[in-house]
């Protein structure tokens, strides 16, 4: 090979390497996690039951009985996301309960969480921490518990082979009407200690954020992934931190509230909160979403969202790196 043409080679070869370091590195920064389920406890777990696959018509995925007592289901929202419903006791209300995101290595998200500085959670530390990795009986998942500042519970959750979601994902038959988790909202009580546990220890980019009209409340939407995120605000005095609501998406709104509302849910105001109801359309703002409102049977908040050109979730997904 002539001495010329080896050092051109060479240099094209160099110059392709360091063109892709970039954008690996960058790519990187992002932890490997994604919204992939949320739990509901019901009250009547018949009449939710019927409420998620029958009116929502979310895909049972399976269920089982973890004490022999109570049941949990899991119902597909989409092929990747989940709802968990799991039957209310007198010590656990109805509401929602805990949330899951999935990972490709829950190990390898144990060992970044705690290099940034997350502790291991003990019997005198249970907010702010991690767990060690387990695998779940019977879903066969690999599972760490990560508790925020607020004892708010996320699950990071690796679908191993012959885990029961992985069996769901894999036996998805694309029947669904086009939905799937977005958001899921939060409500924390220490707001400058819960910004730095998402975005500086969990390492979520801020997506955007706004303040209430009156200036008193500040909501920030955290990026889980490119396509899910986190959507963080302060308590009221009178109110305990948890999670508050879900967006679920949907490429046609009102195509959704029409079947609802044949499906037999009663239409109302934007404004109200009846369980077993689905509010009028309209525009969020400043998000520019088009949304509207489904309150289940335990009055669960389940926002569907249809998102506009201008919509401030659709920007950044698309300015995703």
């Known amino acids: 090979m002539p001495r010329l043409l080896y050092f051109v080679i060479a240099a094209v070869v160099v110059f392709a390497v360091l063109a892709i370091q970039p954008s690996a590195a960058q790519e990187s920064r992002h932890l490997d996690l994604s919204l992939s389920a949320v739990g509901v406890r019901a009250a009547d777990y018949a009449e939710s039951m019927n409420f998620y696959t029958k009116i929502m018509g979310f895909r049972p995925a ?54 940034a500085g997350i502790a291991p959670c003990t019997a005198t530390l249970k907010t702010g921490c991690i767990t060690d990795p387990r695998i779940e009986q019977p879903t066969q998942e690999k599972n760490a518990t990560i508790v925020d500042p607020s004892g708010i519970r996320i699950e990071a959750t690796q679908f191993t082979p012959g885990s029961l979601t992985r069996k769901a994902v894999d036996s998805w038959d694309n029947k669904n009407p ?20 998402y975005g500086k220890l969990m390492g979520f980019p801020v997506a955007f954020k706004f303040s209430s009209p009156d200036g008193q409340r500040t909501t920030t939407y955290y990026q889980i992934s490119r396509d899910t995120f986190l959507e963080m605000q302060p308590v009221t005095a009178d109110a305990a931190p948890g999670i508050t609501h879900l967006h679920i998406l949907t490429e046609d709104l009102n195509a959704m509230i029409a079947r609802l509302r044949e499906a037999g849910l009663k239409s109302t105001a934007r404004n109200a909160t009846t369980p077993n109801t689905v509010t009028e359309a309209g525009v969020t703002q400043p998000s520019n979403v088009k949304s509207a409102n489904v309150f289940d049977p335990n009055g669960v908040r389940l926002e569907l969202n249809e998102l506009l050109p201008e919509s401030l979730t659709k920007k950044a997904m698309q300015s995703w790196k």
Do not use: C, W
């Open 62 to 115: 399976f269920s089982f009985s973890p004490n022999g007592k109570t049941t949990n289901s899991y119902f597909q929202v989409s092929r990747d996301t989940f709802l968990e419903l799991q039957e209310a006791t007198a010590n656990n209300p109805p509401g929602l309960t805990h949330i899951h995101m999935r990972t490709d290595d829950v190990d390898a998200i144990v060992a970044r969480l705690r290099k």
């Open 178 to 197: 086009g939905t799937r988790l977005l958001v899921v909202g939060i409500g924390v009580k220490d707001y400058p200690e819960s910004q730095n546990f």
